[in-house]
């Protein structure tokens, strides 16, 4: 009961959040909401007992990736910071809304009418040990992610370099 | 007592669209980086659910799960350092601006 309770706290938060989020006019508030949402999106990691995730997702995202973007706002758009924001056009937003209801509809129906989920057993809420996933990211055997995981760390470093090099101020000629 | 999967499945498929809606509605760039953050959490959240509800003994969407929050982690950066170069050329952060690669 408790689990439930706290999920459905957690779900009150994440929809609210990131409705408010693509709604707001104002791009602070929507990096603000968007943290709310990633911490949200935490708080479920912890509820499935994935807490090496949740840990991940704070550090990684509500750390890093905010930060990212609460920068950039302030480097590139003073204007929009001081209310001058952007117009929603009307049409646009029917036609968006109605394009999201139909897809939601559809992907709603489609997950709650399949039978996989009658699979799902009721498991002793466990967590996993950090020894398993340690092993498992760094292991080379099956089921075991060293090639995925030295794969990411060479993709983060090009795109630290591409990053640098596509912001870098170009000098005078 | 646990959570029923069908909760996970409508909540992250209501988040996945409200991320949709804010990238066809918005015109800023920066916000539809945020849109397209909402979309990746949702999708994130599906692999995770799937993961503990329906095969408890493995962990393979936990490490997808992981994998992604990378990849977008990185993806967002390259997309900042675009975004600060268009501002540096176009005095603009809205897409109507950058028609050039249109066509």
Redesign the interface.
């Given at each position: 009961?408790a689990?439930?309770i706290m999920?459905c706290i957690l779900?009150v938060v994440?929809?609210g959040s990131?409705?408010m989020?693509?709604t707001t006019t104002r791009?602070m508030r929507?990096?603000t909401f968007?943290l709310f949402?990633?911490f949200g999106?935490a708080g479920?990691?912890f509820?499935?007992?994935?807490t090496?995730?949740g840990a991940?997702?704070i550090s990684?995202?509500a750390g890093?990736?905010t930060m990212?973007?609460v920068?950039?706002?302030q480097?590139?758009?003073k204007r929009?910071l001081q209310g001058l924001t952007?117009r929603?056009?009307g049409s646009?937003?029917l036609?968006?809304?109605l394009?999201?209801?139909i897809?939601?509809a559809t992907?709603?129906l489609v997950?709650?009418k399949n039978k996989?989920?009658y699979?799902?057993?009721?498991?002793a809420?466990v967590e996993?040990p950090m020894k398993?996933?340690g092993q498992?990211?760094v292991g080379a055997g099956r089921?075991e992610?060293v090639l995925?995981f030295e794969f990411?760390s060479l993709?983060?470093l090009a795109?630290?370099i591409?990053?640098?090099v596509?912001?870098r101020?170009e000098e005078e000629k | 007592?646990?959570?029923?999967?069908?909760?996970?499945?409508?909540?992250s498929?209501?988040?996945?669209?409200?991320?949709?809606?804010?990238f066809?509605?918005?015109?800023?760039l920066?916000?539809m980086?945020?849109?397209i953050?909402?979309v990746l959490?949702a999708v994130?959240?599906n692999f995770?659910?799937f993961n503990?509800?329906?095969y408890?003994g493995?962990?393979?969407g936990?490490?997808m799960?992981?994998?992604s929050?990378?990849?977008?982690?990185?993806?967002?950066?390259?997309a900042?350092?675009?975004?600060?170069?268009v501002?540096?050329n176009f005095r603009s952060?809205?897409v109507d601006s950058i028609k050039n690669m249109k066509w």
């Amino acid at each position: 009961m408790a689990n439930m309770i706290m999920f459905c706290i957690l779900a009150v938060v994440i929809l609210g959040s990131a409705v408010m989020c693509v709604t707001t006019t104002r791009i602070m508030r929507a990096a603000t909401f968007m943290l709310f949402v990633l911490f949200g999106v935490a708080g479920l990691y912890f509820l499935l007992d994935y807490t090496y995730l949740g840990a991940a997702q704070i550090s990684v995202y509500a750390g890093g990736v905010t930060m990212i973007y609460v920068f950039a706002i302030q480097l590139v758009s003073k204007r929009t910071l001081q209310g001058l924001t952007e117009r929603m056009k009307g049409s646009r937003v029917l036609w968006g809304g109605l394009l999201c209801l139909i897809g939601c509809a559809t992907v709603i129906l489609v997950l709650l009418k399949n039978k996989f989920i009658y699979t799902a057993d009721a498991v002793a809420d466990v967590e996993v040990p950090m020894k398993n996933i340690g092993q498992a990211l760094v292991g080379a055997g099956r089921y075991e992610y060293v090639l995925a995981f030295e794969f990411i760390s060479l993709f983060l470093l090009a795109c630290i370099i591409g990053g640098l090099v596509v912001s870098r101020k170009e000098e005078e000629k | 007592m646990t959570i029923p999967v069908e909760c996970y499945f409508v909540l992250s498929a209501l988040l996945f669209f409200i991320g949709v809606f804010g990238f066809v509605t918005r015109r800023n760039l920066i916000a539809m980086l945020i849109s397209i953050e909402l979309v990746l959490n949702a999708v994130d959240i599906n692999f995770a659910a799937f993961n503990r509800l329906l095969y408890p003994g493995s962990m393979e969407g936990m490490f997808m799960t992981l994998f992604s929050i990378g990849v977008s982690a990185a993806e967002s950066a390259v997309a900042i350092a675009i975004i600060i170069n268009v501002y540096r050329n176009f005095r603009s952060d809205s897409v109507d601006s950058i028609k050039n690669m249109k066509w």
